[in-house]
């Protein structure tokens, strides 16, 4: 395996013994084709297989796996639009990758089609992992389990994807306030949860979150939903990975401040120094 750098639009390879990996296209001569780099990154090629890690921190790369919170832009036939990033062209979630009412399992119909926006609308936030990425970089997603689908009653915080490490699991939670730090950099906090795993039947789940969603939030718990966030901001703010663990030190550590106080520069150095040290 080789590596160097290239930057969008520079050609890495020519004719035909190569294949084209993430981050690159082929262009078409007339005799010939060309392999050109679509992203400032570093070339990695395995055998014929040549792809571009970016180096830019802000642009997401999805692989099979990811825990991902993104925003419905569109309802499309059979699926929804998803923005996942700034950087990235959007996924989608097809129809048939969704938990239907009831935990029903079933070939989608018709009838269904018709009554996408009773699951997702325009501007909804969900949850979802990645089924698949397709040849051209777009990534399918699906919410077949409980614990993902649509988020409500909560806070977003945008970092760089780059400071959000692939973990074992996602989900964590800080006191009464659940986390959900998705590999796209969006993260999700929010009242904690029930516990879903006792709840034996799917209809059963869908209660509690239906219940969970309707109870408003109590002022305490949005002052704990405040500061957390705020506390992800001093993270990155600081260009520091944002771990669950150092999540809670700066939220332990910002307690003699008020909430509004903890994104004041001279405490961002202040609260973080712990860490960089």
């Known amino acids: 395996m080789t590596t160097h750098l290239v930057v969008p639009g520079q050609v890495i390879a020519e004719g035909d013994g190569f294949l084209r990996g993430h981050g690159t296209y082929v262009e078409i001569l007339e005799n010939s084709e060309r392999l050109v780099a679509s992203v400032a990154g570093r070339v990695e090629r395995v055998n014929k297989l040549v792809s571009v890690i970016p180096v830019a921190s802000s642009l997401y790369r999805g692989h099979v796996g990811d825990l991902i919170v993104g925003r419905i832009l569109e309802v499309q036939t059979n699926r929804w639009k998803v923005q996942i990033s700034d950087s990235h062209r959007s996924a989608q979630l097809p129809l048939s990758g969704v938990h239907l009412p009831g935990g029903v399992q079933r070939v989608r119909t018709q009838q269904d089609s018709r009554e996408m ?3 997702f609308h325009e501007g909804d936030l969900v949850s979802a992992e990645v089924h698949n990425v397709q040849s051209d970089g777009t990534l399918a997603l699906h919410t077949r389990s409980l614990r993902y689908g649509k988020l409500e009653n909560g806070c977003l915080i945008i970092v760089p994807p780059a400071l959000v490490a692939k973990r074992k699991n996602h989900f964590c939670e800080i006191g009464n306030i659940s986390l959900l730090l998705g590999t796209n950099g969006y993260i999700w906090i929010q009242r904690a949860l029930p516990n879903l795993e006792d709840a034996q039947l799917a209809e059963h789940k869908e209660k509690l979150k239906k219940e969970h969603t309707e109870t ?12 957390i966030r705020n506390s992800i901001e001093c993270l990155a ?10 999540i809670e030190q700066v939220f332990k550590i910002s307690q003699s401040l008020r909430t509004e106080e903890i994104l004041f520069p001279d405490n961002i150095i202040k609260l973080t120094r712990s860490i960089l040290r």
Not at 216 to 227: F, G, T
Not at 237 to 246: Q, S
Request: proline share 12%.
């Open 216 to 227: 408003p939030v109590l002022p305490d718990e949005r002052e704990k939903i405040a500061r």
């Open 237 to 246: 703010k600081v260009h520091l990975m944002v771990t669950p663990e150092r």
């Open 117 to 119: 926006r009773q699951l």
